[in-house]
Nanobody, 124 residues
Framework: VQLQASGGGLVQAGGSLRLSCAAS????????LGWFRQSPGKAREFVAA???????YYADSVKGRFTISRDNAKNTVYLQMDRLKPEDTAVYYC???????????????????WGQGTEVTVSS
């Protein structure tokens, strides 16, 4: 599976962005898909995930502001980010793992495939 993230950019605090991650390869619909982010000097952190069955999960810091969704027909996962804050500034990565893979879906080590990252900057 190859992942290509896009949609990052510069936005003012309170604004919105939608990130996209297009995947190539078979059986996209059977994968758990996740978004992570990494700020300079910080570890990569979980943002959101979508299981193949439709369940979604969010970090507490983005709950109520971000929405993960997927379009299996287009092999694409999205991250709609609303009410952005300066602390959301980071490089955002999409990731995928087989639905049967063990390990917490909030653990970046449990993901098998990664996109190249797209940079989001939120100005105050």
């Amino acid at each position: 599976v190859q992942l290509q993230a896009s949609g990052g950019g510069l936005v003012q605090a309170g604004g919105s962005l939608r990130l996209s991650c297009a995947a190539s390869g078979r059986t996209f619909s059977s994968y758990t898909l996740g978004w992570f982010r990494q700020s300079p000097g910080k570890a990569r952190e979980f943002v959101a995930a979508s299981r193949s069955g439709g369940s979604t999960y969010y970090a507490d810091s983005v709950k109520g502001r971000f929405t993960i969704s997927r379009d299996n027909a287009k092999n694409t996962v999205y991250l709609q980010m609303d009410r952005l804050k300066p602390e959301d500034t980071a490089v955002y990565y999409c990731a995928a793992r087989n639905a049967l893979r063990v390990g917490s879906l909030m653990d970046s080590e449990s993901y098998e495939y990664w996109g190249q990252g797209t940079e989001v900057t939120v100005s105050s």
